[in-house]
């Protein structure tokens, strides 16, 4: 029970697609694990968000371009700035 092993090193590589917020406050998002075709949405706020992303080591894809200026503003530098 006390195992933490990232989902990375268990399942292989994860993918994360910024979808947008929600209430100003909370990053919606896609996640998936080797197929990008087969994702689960996830809802966190930016802090929970961030460390989901650490520490599963993700890929961020490319957002889209509607939201992410909005995301970029709740997560502050976290983005590459190709994204903002």
């Known amino acids: 029970m006390g195992n ?3 989902l ?7 993918f994360v697609k910024i979808l947008g917020t929600r ?3 909370y990053i919606e ?5 080797n197929d990008s075709d087969l994702a ?10 961030k460390a989901f ?4 080591d993700v890929v961020m894809l490319s957002p889209d ?6 995301v970029a503003g709740l997560l502050g530098k ?3 700035d190709e994204f903002e």
């Open 40 to 49: 689960v949405e996830l809802i966190l706020p930016p802090d929970a968000f």
């Open 4 to 6: 933490k092993t990232p």
């Open 29 to 33: 998002f896609e996640f998936s694990l």
């Open 23 to 25: 209430l100003g406050k």
């Open 53 to 56: 992303c650490e520490a599963n």
């Open 65 to 70: 371009p509607q939201p992410s200026r909005e």
């Open 78 to 80: 976290f983005m590459p």
């Open 8 to 14: 990375k090193k268990l399942l292989g590589k994860g």
